[in-house]
C-alpha cells in the first residue's frame, strides 16, 4: 500500500535534488554544463524537442522513486526491528 506522506516527501525530494544538481554542475564545471545547454536547446529548436524533456522527466522520475524505496525500506526496517 502506498503511503502518500512518504510518497509526496518522495517528489518534493527529488525535485530539490534535481535543482541541487543543476547547481552543483553550474558552480563545479561550468563550461562543460553549458555544452549540455547548448545541446538541449539546439535539440529543442529541431524535431527532436522531445528528447530534453523526457531525460529531465525520467530523470526526475528516477530520482525520486528511489528516495520513495528508501522510505518504504526504512519503514520496513523499523517494523521488523521494532515488533
Do not use: D, E, H
Amino acid at each position: 500500500m502506498v503511503n502518500p506522506k512518504q510518497f509526496k516527501l518522495s517528489f518534493f525530494l527529488g525535485a530539490i535534488l534535481c535543482i541541487l544538481k543543476v547547481i552543483v554542475s553550474l558552480l563545479g564545471n561550468y563550461s562543460a554544463t553549458l555544452k549540455i545547454f547548448s545541446i538541449g536547446i539546439m535539440l529543442i529548436q529541431t524535431k527532436y524537442w522531445f528528447v530534453p524533456l523526457l531525460l529531465i522527466i525520467l530523470f526526475y522520475l528516477f530520482v525520486s522513486l528511489l528516495f520513495y524505496l528508501l522510505f518504504r525500506l526504512i519503514n520496513l526496517g523499523v517494523r521488523f526491528f521494532l515488533n
